[in-house]
């Protein structure tokens, strides 16, 4: 598969750029972890497009499944309603963080306007079996970081119990 | 100023521009934002721009490094957001309210 044709580019992006904006603009939490999910699932489909088929996949279960129940979970367990202040205080600065923002996205953009990585010559279109090298890949050059990711994620998992951890157990009185 | 052809052939640097406002809207929710858990919302949105340049790289130069990368990414990103809900957790059941401004005083 070759990558977007322009049309599907132009719609994925616009509708990647409005999910993404509508995370950081509504005022509710919980419209933002659904409108994240969103995003994320419209990002599976530019990877999916992008010759990264296990990669797509990856990021529907891992990231639209599992890290994202992990935020609404957390939100449901909070109670929150709409936010009153949700943004912070302060005309001027917020027009600086904005425009530092801006600044950051126009200089990125600035210099990748004449980046040409092949863009022509070479693409993964033709490679049929990507899955199967990703994963000789990973179990043969990239073995030690792969197995102290594991160990990473086996210290955060006793890391996060033991730092949300209620004295006296789950039927503690408050 | 790009020319129509520019905006007809769709090469990497629409992804890498992409990529670009994405993390830029990351960036302004991580600034401008005052609950924790949409803060860390807009971490995960840049980490998430920072992996579509990745595959964007990865497809364009037909070398499959990049999409190694985008995993170890994805399993960071995972362990942050445990970590950082957990103290998202430790604040709420501290002052009743996820502010950014209660952070300073969560000692221990």
């Given at each position: 598969m070759m990558s977007l044709g322009p049309a599907m580019f132009y719609v994925f992006a616009a509708i990647l750029v409005f999910f993404a904006l509508s995370v950081i603009m509504s005022p509710n939490p919980v419209h933002s972890a659904l409108y994240l999910v969103l995003t994320m699932i419209s990002l599976a489909g530019v990877y999916f497009h992008l010759n990264a088929q296990f990669i797509a996949g990856v990021q529907l279960i891992v990231y639209a499944g599992a890290v994202m129940?992990?935020?609404?979970?957390v939100i449901m367990l909070f109670d929150i309603k709409q936010e009153l202040r949700a943004f912070t205080k302060g005309l001027i600065s917020g027009a600086l963080k904005v425009a530092s923002a801006a600044f950051v996205a126009g200089y990125l953009i600035g210099t990748f306007k004449d980046v040409s990585v092949g863009s022509q010559s070479a693409s993964l279109a033709g490679n049929t079996d990507i899955t199967k090298e990703l994963a000789l890949?990973?179990?043969?050059?990239?073995?030690?970081?792969?197995?102290?990711?594991?160990?990473?994620?086996?210290?955060?998992?006793?890391?996060a119990v033991a730092v949300s951890r209620v004295k006296g157990g789950t039927h503690a009185k408050h | 100023m790009?020319?129509?052809?520019?905006?007809?052939?769709?090469?990497?640097?629409?992804?890498?521009?992409?990529?670009?406002?994405?993390?830029?809207?990351?960036?302004?929710?991580?600034?401008?934002?005052?609950?924790?858990?949409?803060?860390?919302?807009?971490?995960?949105?840049?980490l998430n721009a920072v992996n579509l340049s990745f595959i964007a790289f990865s497809n364009f130069t037909a070398n499959l490094n990049g999409q190694i990368m985008v995993f170890f990414v994805m399993t960071i990103a995972a362990a942050e957001a445990g970590v950082g809900l957990a103290i998202a957790v430790m604040i709420y059941k501290k002052f009743k309210e996820i502010n950014i401004r209660y952070f300073e005083q969560l000692r221990g």
């Open positions: 129940v992990l935020f609404v979970m890949m990973l179990y043969s050059k990239y073995v030690l970081a792969f197995e102290v990711l594991g160990l990473l994620l086996l210290v955060v998992a006793v890391g | 790009p020319s129509i052809e520019s905006l007809n052939q769709i090469g990497l640097n629409h992804y890498l521009a992409l990529s670009a406002i994405i993390f830029s809207f990351g960036m302004i929710g991580v600034l401008m934002r005052k609950n924790v858990i949409v803060m860390l919302m807009s971490i995960e949105l840049m």
